[in-house]
């Protein structure tokens, strides 16, 4: 199936680190979002991290140019209707998705392909709520996008052949890499990596150690590039959280308990650097660990 038009739901993080590689790697793309803020932002963001490829001479200016050119964006969801290939990366909340999928399904062609960044969320049952589970899937990225080489695909339990092998087209041409995940919660990536930071998240509870000991152990210990409290702030606390609702539900065993103090972040709103203050405090020049 031939892709050219790519919808992006969401611009956050994530949507808009997907809109910057889909438009480098020369499809259409249209951004969508609630927040008239947020596509703004996006767009600034995506110009400022080109820029810096341009910069390390990744890409041209005119590779830049051109990238920038073929992003829309819009608030209107309905316009994303005439793509070929739609990537949902709104908030981590299943509602929210199911809501989203509501409004535009009256509004896509029948050969369009639905999908979902989701970072847990069970594709089965979001495509059941669609009038086209056999053309949906998930579509994993990690974060940065523009830098991180894979991609996670997960069929649902109805997802077909065509739609899988167009999907892998895509992230071949991005010059990514596919991992297939089977859709149980949090797939390959989160069920290893998020019960790490909610681990890190009880070091820090229990008195183990402090933020700045926790990550300075895990970067020098286990050459991880960011310790996982600097992750966590990185990924988004609210993210990290649902990741943990969603393991601690879908598999029932108490070793995905969130941490309580992972859950305190998240209900004072330091969701870690989008909101400025998390594990670490962002509003001064160097980031300052909170405990
Ligand atoms: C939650 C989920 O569902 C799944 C997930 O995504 S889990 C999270 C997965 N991601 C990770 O684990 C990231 C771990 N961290 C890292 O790999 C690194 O710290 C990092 C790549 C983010 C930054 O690396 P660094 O060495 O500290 O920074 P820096 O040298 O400035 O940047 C390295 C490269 O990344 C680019 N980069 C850094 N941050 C970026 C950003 N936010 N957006 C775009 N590009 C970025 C830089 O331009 C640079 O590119 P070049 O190599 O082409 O020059
Ligand atoms: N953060 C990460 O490291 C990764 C996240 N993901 C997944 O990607 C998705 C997005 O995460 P991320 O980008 O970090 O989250 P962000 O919080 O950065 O962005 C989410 C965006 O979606 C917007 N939004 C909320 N509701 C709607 C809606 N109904 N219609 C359109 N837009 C909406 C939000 O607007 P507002 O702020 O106004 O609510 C916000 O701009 C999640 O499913 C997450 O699990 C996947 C891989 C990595």
């Not at 009038?131 to 069929?155: A, S, T, W």
Request: aromatic share 6%; hydrophobic share 40%; with cysteine.
């Amino acid at each position: 199936m031939d892709i050219q038009r790519i919808g992006v739901i969401g611009a956050g993080q994530m949507g808009n680190g997907i809109a910057h590689v889909m438009a480098v790697a020369g499809y259409d793309v249209t951004v969508t979002d609630i927040s008239s803020d947020a596509l703004a932002n996006a767009m600034k963001t995506i110009d400022k991290n080109l820029e810096r490829q341009v910069s390390r001479d990744t890409i041209s200016a005119e590779d830049k140019a051109a990238a920038l050119g073929r992003i829309a964006t819009t608030p209107d969801l309905t316009q994303l209707g005439g793509s070929d290939l739609v990537i949902e990366a709104a908030t981590e909340r299943e509602t929210i998705k199911q809501a989203i999928f509501e409004d535009l399904i009256p509004h896509l062609e029948p050969h369009t392909i639905l999908t979902s960044n989701t970072s847990s969320i069970s594709i089965t049952r979001l495509a059941s709520r669609t009038d086209r589970p056999e053309k949906f899937m998930g579509f994993h990225f990690m974060n940065p996008v523009p830098v991180m080489q894979l991609v996670e695909l997960i069929r649902g339990i109805a997802t077909d052949e065509p739609t899988f092998e167009a999907c892998r087209g895509v992230v071949e041409k991005l010059g990514k890499t596919a991992a297939t995940a089977e859709d149980f919660p949090a797939f390959i990536v989160n069920r290893i990596l998020m019960p790490m930071i909610n681990e890190a998240v009880y070091t820090l509870y229990e008195g183990v150690g402090n933020v700045t000991s926790i990550d300075m152990a895990m970067k020098l210990g286990t050459n991880h590039p960011m310790g996982p409290l600097e992750l966590a702030d990185f990924i988004g606390l609210d993210t990290c959280l649902a990741i943990m609702n969603v393991l601690h539900d879908g598999l029932a065993d108490t070793k995905y308990r969130p941490c309580p103090l992972l859950t305190k972040y998240v209900e004072a709103g330091w969701l870690g650097r989008k909101t400025k203050r998390g594990f670490y405090d962002y509003r001064g020049e160097a980031p300052v660990p909170t405990r």
